[in-house]
């Protein structure tokens, strides 16, 4: 059954190339694809408004969603559904969770909600438009796409300077202290944040098949792999760092993968991402995968005590209560 495609992120390293594959493979389908910026200023959504141009038959939409704005999120989600619910789009068919963010050069950047910016908008934000969203699908069903990462992992990331961790106090998620290795530090809040989210993804599933009217829906974290072409490397990195992966990863690259599989380009795990994200592989199965390969996340993320706690705390930053989502069950 066709129905809607909701892609964050949309002009992404990995999304481009999977919003070129969406339209090319399954053009019954509806894209909504989302970008913090959609001017014609912005050169990333630019490309994606070219790739959407090869498909004069394409229905798909540019829409602005800010990830760093709870509110902004919220509203966007009310307008999808009425726009579902009045049969004016179709109903969704799968969420694709894609957007994310970091900074290696930096302290904690906090924002207007009062939350860190990276942990915001890898997970704050993804998980109030899931939960909003979730009366939003198919009857059929669909598939959430939430992205994980070898990050989420201690000991696997070779930028990981400091093991990822779900702290006894979950508000160091969301408002982490400054520390001197301004690199160290900032890719710790990005490795906390997949791993909140992978952990989450968890939770989420065990939600959804206890609610009869969701349980068609479910939910896997998506390790993409390490992406060498991604633009997180020519922004808020050091330049050395930059260097690196332009001049010496990249062009390595086929040599490289023979030692570690993990590492790929965007236009692989794009298409990847859309196969998953449609059912098309591993139909009706949940958890976290390896690119397209079912898998263990790491040991903390399968902790269900820290999952609930997880659960609860990240249902009160992203302001969602039994009132405005649909899985009622999972809220006192």
């Known amino acids: 059954m066709a129905g809607s495609v909701l892609i964050t992120g949309a ?3 990995l999304a481009l190339p999977a919003v070129d594959y969406l339209l090319e493979n399954y053009p019954e389908h509806t894209a909504i694809l989302t970008v913090r910026d959609a001017s014609e200023a912005d050169p990333n959504t630019q490309r994606l408004r070219e790739i959407i141009s090869r498909y004069p038959e394409a229905k798909a939409s540019i ?3 800010d990830l760093s704005s709870i509110s902004t999120v919220h509203d966007f989600a009310s307008a999808l559904s009425e726009e579902i619910a009045s049969e ?4 969704l068919k799968t969420i694709v969770c894609n957007a994310c963010y970091w900074n290696l050069v930096a302290d904690p950047e906090l924002t207007d909600d009062g939350y860190d910016k990276t942990f915001q908008i890898n997970h704050i934000s993804h998980v109030a438009l899931v939960l909003r ?3 939003s699908f198919s009857p059929d069903g669909g598939r959430i796409v939430m992205f994980s990462s070898e990050a989420h ?6 930028l990981e300077k400091i093991p990822p961790t779900i702290p006894d106090d979950l508000d160091l998620l969301a408002k982490p202290t400054a520390r001197e290795d301004k690199m160290g530090a900032g890719f710790h809040r990005y490795g906390c944040s997949k791993l909140a989210t992978t952990a989450w993804t968890h939770a989420l599933n065990r939600y959804l098949e206890k609610d009869e009217n969701l349980n068609k829906i479910t939910a896997v974290a998506y390790n993409p792999g390490g992406l060498v072409d991604s633009r997180m490397f020519q922004k808020n990195t050091s330049l050395s760092l930059s260097f690196l992966m332009r001049y010496a990863v990249q062009p390595l690259l086929p040599l490289l993968k023979y030692q570690n599989p993990q590492m790929r380009l965007g236009a692989d795990s794009g298409a990847d991402a859309i196969e998953l994200a449609l059912d098309r592989v591993h139909p009706g199965e949940r958890g976290y995968f390896e690119l397209l390969e079912k898998d263990e996340s790491s040991p903390e993320s399968r902790d269900e005590s820290k999952q609930e706690k997880l659960w609860i705390k990240s249902a009160q930053w992203a302001r969602i209560s039994k009132d405005n989502t649909a899985l009622k069950g999972a809220f006192q």
């Open 11 to 13: 002009n992404g390293t």
């Open 63 to 65: 829409q602005q969603l």
């Open 88 to 91: 004016k789009t179709p109903p």
């Open 133 to 135: 969203l979730l009366d």
């Open 153 to 158: 992992e201690p000991g696997r990331a070779l």
